[in-house]
């Protein structure tokens, strides 16, 4: 059983940067393709970004694409998610997931069998 936990979320002015991350406890956080999902206010979570086990392959959605960097420390047992140029749509809770499955299957919310219990992020402008 993975046990994630999230934090680094807050309230941000438009324009400015946060960085999230992602830890785990009772299991190596190494085995699994971690992913940030996204859900704003009375709408569906989305997967915005997601990466390999050792780092290597990343995939960031159109929304967040040029914005948010995803990286990995397996060492340590941590992923982080930096945020710059943060806007008002980005105004949601962020969980970190992770999955076990083939890379592909990252694009998918309901492809992830572990959650965190998600961090506000809160952008004003």
């Known amino acids: 059983q993975l046990r994630l936990v999230e934090s680094g979320g807050g309230f941000v002015q438009f324009g400015e940067s946060l960085r999230l991350s992602c830890t785990s406890s009772q299991d190596r956080l190494g085995r699994y393709t971690i992913g940030w999902v996204r859900q704003a206010p009375n709408k569906e979570r989305v997967v915005i970004s997601f990466i390999s086990t050792n780092g290597a392959n990343k995939w960031y959605s159109d929304s967040v694409k040029g914005r948010f960097t995803i990286s990995r420390d397996n060492t340590n047992e941590v992923v982080f998610l930096e945020m710059d140029s943060l806007n008002p749509d980005d105004t949601a809770v962020y969980y970190c997931?992770?999955?076990?499955?083939?890379?592909?299957?990252?694009?998918?919310?309901?492809?992830?069998?572990?959650w965190g219990q998600g961090t506000q992020v809160t952008v004003s402008s």
């Open positions: 997931a992770a999955h076990f499955g083939d890379l592909s299957l990252g694009y998918h919310a309901s492809s992830y069998h572990y």
